[in-house]
């Protein structure tokens, strides 16, 4: 049988053969690119874009308008374990967008000092926002106000008191220490902007720069070009944010077609006047709310600050459904949180320091222990109703309230009393003037002035002129008063007669808002004993005590019972999962408490309005806990009053509307 071969149909399958090993090549060249885009997510620019739409007066995310309500939750006032249980409860409420501020001395707590890990592990902070759906707007400061000390700038850039830095100025020291820090801090921002890949949108420059008096142009423009710099100049949409007052407008914006100018405003300002006002400003742009505040903050021996629910909610209607167009909210703060350790800030007003307690509770729809209020179920309602395409169901389902615990009674049993405290000063100096806080390079905490052989004598009157803040007076190692900054005559008469005088001066917050932030704490002043100036005459001794070493303590059991300015210990013991509590300090006055080494914050139960501490369960551990507390006012009369009381109910003060 013949066989004829057809050549052209031989050619045909060859041609075949070669596109289908074409089209394999093809594909394995769009999933090696698929591949490398997933982890690099640099290489998204050009796909993910979030601007400013001038002409429409909104924001476009990839080419489309885009809806937003904000909350302000920050990262510094909860453990990092809970982050997500915060996140996820700020998304299940509807708002799709976090604001944080970033606490400059939390990351640099020492010149050149930098921390990024723990409870500052920010990028981690924002990537945990970004795994729950929600996009970020950043507020670097440097300077934040936020009731944080010193607005959240370091306390070495104050400089030394004989030569101080003109802070939010162009003064050429302080430009040094806001770039040495902007340039370790953007460069972990860059990877997380949303052209990136990653989930932050926004980016503040410097914060309500109106309210400062410096009105500085070029440190204005300094502090853009660095941002620029680094996260580029149309990566992520720059903005300001400011008071509605005309003096707050007029030095608060950057007049430049890529930054935005908005405003803050509460519950008591009707938000078209306050729009209309800006538009002097800026005529174009979107309407941003950038601080609606649902609550408000609290100062110690004043009354705990509260927002009607309904009013708020109200107000927050009228701007979703406002004739002037699309108005977005933030809300400062939706979770408000706790100022550990001694990083609360303090105000001053009409010649009166006014520090602010632990608690930031804020009276804001998440409570401070995280819970969903009614106060978030109102909003969340609102959000729902007037903004249904935000909303996201499965997180909804998702978010609870955690469970607190009591646990009951807690003596304290052993002691380290105030002769000994010395032990745990980390430095020591000698000086005929007393040096204060910075001059010691110290932050936090207190410093004990200690001063032998004056030869007081009973009737002696100690003065000083400008205590900053708290001073506990001993002579003798015994406790005689204490003089407070506020204080109308801050002296005080001694009715012993003695050879040693030892001063222990807490730091209660650097003031974080106005003209005051110069706030340098320590003896800053002449101090005089019986109209004798004995500062800067006699010899000092000036111990550091920052207290972050009270696990270093060599306690003991004590039959008799010491005075104030001791340390005291306990332990208590949790039966399964840990929960949240709070430490009730009904017997004490005044310091600072400790829960296996986590500095829980200051107490001032004689002035409330805060009645108890939030202890956070992550922090407690199954089986034994250990509990201490440095009491520089009271001590219990009777040894079994001695101790602390773990409840499960906050108490931040009776609200006051």
């Known amino acids: 049988m013949l066989h004829v071969v057809d050549k052209s149909g031989s050619n045909s399958t060859l041609k075949m053969i070669v596109s289908r090993q074409k089209l394999f090549i093809l594909f394995a060249f769009l999933a090696i690119c698929l591949y490398v885009t997933l982890l690099n997510p640099a290489s998204y620019r050009g796909s993910r874009s979030f601007v400013v739409d001038y002409e429409n007066d909104v924001f476009l995310k990839d080419g489309t308008p885009f809806d937003f309500v904000s ?33 400059w001395n939390v990351h640099e707590p020492h010149e050149g000092v930098f921390s990024f890990a723990g409870d500052a592990d920010l990028v981690k902070f ?18 934040i106000c936020a009731e944080w000390d010193n607005g959240g700038i370091p306390y070495f850039v104050l400089g030394d008191p004989t030569s101080p830095i003109k802070l939010r100025s162009s003064d050429e020291r302080y430009l040094a220490h806001v770039k040495r820090y902007y340039d370790v801090l953007l460069p972990k921002l860059k990877p997380m902007l949303y052209s990136n890949g990653g989930p932050i949108v926004l980016a503040q420059i410097e914060n309500e720069y109106g309210s400062d008096l410096t009105c500085d142009k070029k440190y204005k423009e300094f502090l853009y070009n660095l941002m620029k710099e680094h996260l580029g100049n149309n990566d992520v949409v720059y903005y300001t944010a400011d008071g509605w007052d005309m003096h707050h407008l007029i030095c ?9 100018t908005t405003i803050n405003f509460g519950t008591k300002t009707e938000h078209h006047d306050a729009y209309y006002r800006m538009r002097g400003f800026q005529k174009k742009g979107p309407l941003v709310n950038s601080e609606f505040y649902p609550g408000w903050l609290d100062h110690w021996s004043e009354p705990h600050q509260c927002r009607d629910t309904g009013f708020v909610n109200s107000q927050f209607i009228k701007m979703l459904v406002s004739k002037l167009g699309k108005v977005y909210v933030n809300f400062y703060m939706f979770f408000g949180g706790t100022n550990f350790a001694f990083y609360a800030g303090a105000n001053h007003n009409a010649g009166k320091y006014q520090p602010d307690p632990t608690t930031y509770d804020y009276d804001a729809p998440m409570s401070e222990a995280g819970d969903m209020t009614y106060k978030y179920q109102v909003l969340q309602s609102t959000i729902a109703k007037h903004r249904p395409a935000l909303v996201h169901p499965s997180f909804a389902a998702e978010a609870k309230n955690s469970t607190k615990k009591g646990y009951g009674w807690v003596d304290l049993t052993e002691v380290l009393e105030f002769g000994r405290l010395k032990s745990l000063a980390t430095c020591h100096h000698e000086r005929t003037k007393p040096k204060t806080f910075s001059q010691l390079k110290q932050d936090f905490g207190f410093v004990l002035y200690e001063i032998n052989e004056v030869q007081g004598s009973e009737l002696d009157v100690l003065k000083i002129t400008d205590p900053r803040d708290s001073v506990s007076v001993f002579v003798d190692n015994y406790y005689v008063g204490t003089i407070f900054r506020n204080d109308p005559e801050p002296q005080l008469q001694i009715h012993h007669d003695f050879n040693k005088l030892s001063l222990l001066v807490e730091n209660m917050g650097r003031v ?16 005089y004993l019986d109209g004798e100036k004995i500062s800067g005459v006699n010899k000092w001794d000036m111990w550091c005590l920052p207290l972050n070493n009270t696990d270093k303590a060599a306690f003991a059991k004590s039959t008799i019972l010491p005075g104030p300015g001791s340390l005291f210990r306990g332990t208590f013991t949790v039966s399964g999962t840990p929960a949240d509590t709070w430490a009730k300090l009904t017997m004490f006055s005044k310091g600072v408490i400790w829960v296996n080494n986590h500095n829980l914050g200051r107490y001032w139960t004689s002035v409330g309005p805060q009645k108890h501490l939030y202890v956070p369960g992550v922090w407690l551990k199954e089986g034994v806990n250990e509990v201490i507390v440095l009491e520089v006012e009271r001590i219990p009369e009777k040894r079994e009053f001695l101790g602390v009381e773990f409840v499960d109910v906050p108490d931040v003060g009776e609200c006051h509307y």
């Open 126 to 143: 924002v990537k945990t926002a970004q795994s729950l759906d929600l996009l970020v707007n950043i507020r670097p400061g440097p300077y």
């Open 512 to 527: 974080n808002y106005g003209p005051k932030m110069h706030d340098y704490k320590g003896i800053i002043s002449d101090v």
């Open 71 to 103: 909350g302000s939750l920050h990262y510094f006032r909860v453990p990092h374990q809970l982050w997500r249980d915060r996140l996820l409860k700020l998304r299940a409420s509807g708002i799709n967008v976090v604001s944080t501020y970033v606490a």
């Open 252 to 260: 608060g914006p950057i007049h430049d077609s890529n930054v935005l």
